[in-house]
Structures are given as C-alpha cells and as structure tokens.
C-alpha cells in the first residue's frame, strides 16, 4: 500500500503562487498515474490534474488549465503541483491519489485508490 504524503498549502494573495508536493513511500508509486483533487467548503471534491506513470502525458481540469502545472520525479517518489495566478475560487483542501490503472489517465475520483490526508490552501481576494 502506497502511502501520500501532501504539503506546501498555505495562505496567499489572489496573483500568488504555491507549489504543492505529495510525497510517496512504496515501490509502486512510479509506475503508477498519479492525480491532484481538491474539495471546497461545502463542495464535492473534484479533479484537477492528473500526470502519467513516466510523467510525459498530463491532463487538467478547465477551470485550472494555463495556471496549473503537474510534474513528478520518481527518483525521488514525488509529485508536484505548481499554482499560479492562484484564485480565491481555487480555495480548498488539495489532495493527490494514486490511479488504480496503470495505463490510463483518467480523472474520476472511483479509479483512485491511496489518498493524502490533503493540504490546505487558502487564497484571499
């Protein structure tokens, strides 16, 4: 069993920027796709991001496409999130999840299987 660990949430300023990371234990994590979510107060939790085992292939969410970047360094069993032009709508708890299918990107919640306990980031307007 994969095990999540997320950090670099915090508070900022609408423009700013945060990088998230999500560390791994486990020697599975590699070969694995590997997604961000976030859940608003009083909101669903929903996909944001989702990067290939290799790392070459992404795939985000609309509302934070051109601002959001995913990236991972096996080497090191991480994943990073880098948020810029950060919104006070992008508000919530950040968690990454380990995707149970190995050779598909996909964005529902039901195809991943470890979870992070999430970050917080706050955005002020």
């Known amino acids: 069993q994969v095990q999540l660990v997320e950090s670099g949430g915090g508070l900022v300023q609408a423009g700013d920027s945060l990088r998230l990371s999500c560390a791994a234990s486990g020697r599975t994590f590699s070969t694995y796709p590997v997604g961000w979510f976030r859940r608003a107060p009083g909101k669903e939790r929903e996909f944001v991001s989702v990067i290939s085992s290799s790392g070459i292939s992404t795939y985000y969410a609309d509302s934070v496409k051109g601002r959001f970047t995913v990236s991972r360094d096996n080497f090191k069993n991480t994943v990073y999130l880098q948020m810029n032009s950060l919104k006070p709508e992008d508000t919530a708890v950040y968690y990454c999840?380990?995707?149970?299918?190995?050779?598909?990107?996909?964005?529902?919640?039901?195809?991943?299987?470890?979870w992070g306990q999430g970050t917080q980031v706050t955005v002020s307007s």
């Open positions: 999840a380990v995707s149970r299918r190995a050779s598909v990107l996909t964005r529902a919640l039901s195809d991943f299987g470890s």
